[in-house]
């Protein structure tokens, strides 16, 4: 019960247990992981979240901007998946969830940093093979009136990554808001001091590269006009006005397993569509 309290407390939350999963490198098939800001879960399952799922049966799905608790949807999931939640102190504000048909050894819904954790913005599974760090980065608004938090935050992740790293490799996704190159979004020479493509979190990216992270999607796409958000405005999706922000990254000695990297564009039902990856 005390356990379950503390889970409760901290936004931690497993709805349904699943059944025992094969471990995922020992498995034949391709892993595939999927990550999706769903910018409100409550909202999206009143569209095609549950048809995506069942279409899409990834081994892993995360979440980022669910903006609710776990026992603010009343929905029964897939038997074949365990839900972890880290919703924000805040209520209908940022949080993250993972879905996973393979129990992860340990789950935490914090960095360890009180400044950051109160957000519901991370969320970590610990799996035989690897760390899967499902985040959800701060924006720095608008004015760029969180800018300087932004970049504390950039540099204090990186240095959690690192050390997670010490233990075995990571892999993280989520949405990092930020377009990290000229390439990566429609309009950069309209937006270079715009929030999302500001120098300093360009800047912050790159170092998660210079780190040893391996950004997925650009070792099997070189070019432009991919794109994961689009303005809800002026029918930019519609006309492929975007920005790639979210992203899967891998430490580099998972390289030689990554098969495939690729976005969704044509999944409907929020601002951002999927992105994935399949590992051997």
Same mark, same amino acid.
């Given at each position: 019960?005390?356990?379950?309290?503390?889970?409760?407390?901290?936004?931690?939350?497993?709805?349904?247990?699943?059944?025992?999963?094969?471990?995922?490198?020992?498995?034949?098939?391709?892993?595939?992981?999927?990550? %999706?800001?769903?910018?409100?879960?409550?909202?999206?399952?009143?569209?095609?979240?549950?048809?995506?799922?069942?279409?899409?049966?990834?081994?892993?799905?995360?979440?980022?901007?669910?903006?609710?608790?776990?026992?603010?949807?009343?929905?029964?999931?897939?038997?074949?998946?365990?839900?972890?939640?880290?919703?924000?102190?805040?209520? *209908?504000?940022?949080?993250?969830?993972?879905?996973?048909?393979?129990?992860?050894?340990?789950?935490?819904?914090?960095?360890?940093?009180?400044?950051?954790?109160?957000? +519901?913005?991370?969320?970590?599974?610990?799996?035989?093979?690897?760390?899967?760090?499902?985040?959800?980065?701060?924006?720095?608004?608008?004015?760029?009136?969180?800018?300087?938090?932004?970049?504390?935050?950039?540099?204090?992740?990186?240095?959690?990554?690192?050390?997670?790293?010490?233990?075995?490799?990571?892999?993280?996704?989520?949405?990092?808001?930020?377009?990290?190159?000229?390439?990566?979004?429609?309009?950069?020479?309209?937006?270079?001091?715009?929030?999302?493509?500001?120098?300093?979190?360009?800047? +912050?990216?790159?170092?998660?590269?210079?780190? *040893?992270?391996?950004?997925?999607?650009?070792?099997?796409?070189?070019?432009? *006009?991919?794109?994961? %958000?689009?303005?809800?405005?002026? *029918?930019?999706?519609?006309?492929?006005?975007?920005?790639?922000?979210?992203?899967?990254?891998?430490?580099?000695?998972?390289?030689?397993?990554?098969?495939?990297?690729?976005?969704?564009?044509?999944?409907? +039902?929020?601002?951002?569509?999927?992105? +994935?990856?399949?590992?051997?």
């Amino acid at each position: 019960m005390l356990k379950a309290a503390l889970l409760q407390r901290f936004g931690l939350l497993k709805m349904n247990c699943g059944f025992a999963a094969e471990p995922f490198f020992n498995k034949l098939s391709p892993v595939k992981l999927i990550s %999706w800001n769903v910018n409100g879960l409550r909202a999206v399952l009143k569209k095609n979240f549950l048809e995506f799922l069942d279409a899409e049966k990834p081994d892993i799905l995360c979440l980022q901007e669910i903006k609710c608790t776990s026992d603010q949807v009343e929905q029964l999931w897939p038997a074949t998946y365990t839900t972890y939640w880290n919703s924000a102190e805040k209520k *209908g504000y940022s949080g993250t969830a993972i879905f996973t048909k393979e129990r992860p050894l340990k789950v935490a819904p914090h960095i360890g940093i009180h400044e950051h954790d109160k957000e +519901g913005r991370v969320l970590t599974a610990e799996y035989k093979d690897f760390f899967l760090v499902n985040v959800y980065t701060p924006n720095s608004k608008r004015e760029l009136e969180r800018l300087p938090y932004r970049q504390v935050w950039d540099k204090d992740f990186l240095a959690y990554l690192k050390k997670l790293e010490k233990k075995k490799p990571v892999i993280f996704c989520g949405d990092l808001n930020v377009a990290h190159t000229e390439i990566d979004l429609a309009n950069p020479k309209a937006n270079v001091r715009n929030h999302g493509f500001t120098i300093e979190e360009r800047t +912050g990216f790159t170092n998660f590269v210079n780190a *040893g992270f391996v950004d997925t999607f650009r070792e099997f796409e070189k070019g432009g *006009g991919h794109y994961s %958000w689009w303005s809800p405005m002026s *029918g930019a999706r519609s006309r492929n006005v975007g920005w790639r922000i979210d992203y899967f990254l891998i430490s580099q000695s998972l390289r030689p397993r990554l098969k495939r990297a690729y976005i969704q564009p044509q999944i409907l +039902g929020s601002d951002h569509c999927p992105v +994935g990856i399949e590992l051997a």
